[in-house]
Antibody, heavy 122, light 108 residues
Framework: EVQLVESGGGLVQPGGSLRLSCAAS????????MNWVRQAPGKGLEWVSY????????YYADSVKGRFTISRDNAKNSLYLQMNSLRAEDTAVYYC???????????????WGQGTLVTVSS | AIRMTQSPSSFSASTGDRVTITCRAS??????LAWYQQKPGKAPKLLIY???TLQSGVPSRFSGSGSGTDFTLTISCLQSEDFATYYC??????????FGGGTKVEIK
């Protein structure tokens, strides 16, 4: 059974940092590109970041570029999001999401984690 | 960036109704469009990809159509479990993805 389990969310002050993790199981993690998607309270979905299966190619939404860093450890079946210089507008539930097929063939998401809430407030 | 605009943003409907949700892209995206359903407190669920292909396990009352810039999600006979928020997502510019703003389907 495919599982994605996020952790690391919490309350942080503006300007602070937080590192999210996503533990993957039930599939060959190293074959799949992975993404982070977030959802502010009562708002819609916003794509945040992408990382290729090897970790060599990375993209970010303009809203987080220069502040967030995506990474992965294929040996640990884990995805990460390092978030620095956090702002109130980064407050959201953060989901890790897996594409339906490996190797970039199907960039729509058939598995999502349960999400982890990040609250940026003083 | 490609912008995705959904309409309406919300509406009320009754069980048994046929409902249609529209998604418009700011530029042509061929058929690189997916639809998701999200219920409160839950992660989104994939319904349709490639604009009209039903994800495995999704009831056949859901259907999608369109290509280029204009797309629709139709629920042929609304069931109680279908009251939720629906999102479109373009993947034409993958890895740079964008979602529509969402359409909330409420009980009349």
């Amino acid at each position: 059974e495919v599982q994605l389990v996020e952790s690391g969310g919490g309350l942080v002050q503006p300007g602070g940092s937080l590192r999210l993790s996503c533990a993957a199981s039930g599939f060959t993690f190293s074959s799949y590109e992975m993404n982070w998607v977030r959802q502010a309270p009562g708002k819609g979905l916003e794509w945040v970041s992408y990382i290729s299966s090897s970790g060599s190619t990375i993209y970010y939404a303009d809203s987080v570029k220069g502040r967030f860093t995506i990474s992965r450890d294929n040996a640990k079946n884990s995805l990460y999001l390092q978030m620095n210089s956090l702002r109130a507008e980064d407050t959201a539930v953060y989901y890790c999401a897996r594409p339906a097929q490996p190797y970039g063939d199907s960039p729509y998401f058939d598995y999502w984690g349960q999400g982890t809430l990040v609250t940026v407030s003083s | 960036a490609i912008r995705m605009t959904q309409s309406p943003s919300s509406f009320s409907a009754s069980t048994g109704d046929r409902v249609t949700i529209t998604c418009r892209a700011s530029q042509g995206i061929s058929s690189y469009l997916a639809w998701y359903q999200q219920k409160p407190g839950k992660a989104p669920k994939l319904l349709i990809y490639a604009a009209s292909t039903l994800q495995s396990g999704v009831p056949s009352r859901f259907s999608g159509s369109g290509s280029g810039t204009d797309f629709t999600l139709t629920i042929s006979c609304l069931q109680s479990e279908d009251f939720a928020t629906y999102y479109c997502q373009q993947y034409y510019s993958y890895p740079l993805l964008t979602f529509g703003g969402g359409t909330k389907v409420e009980i009349k």
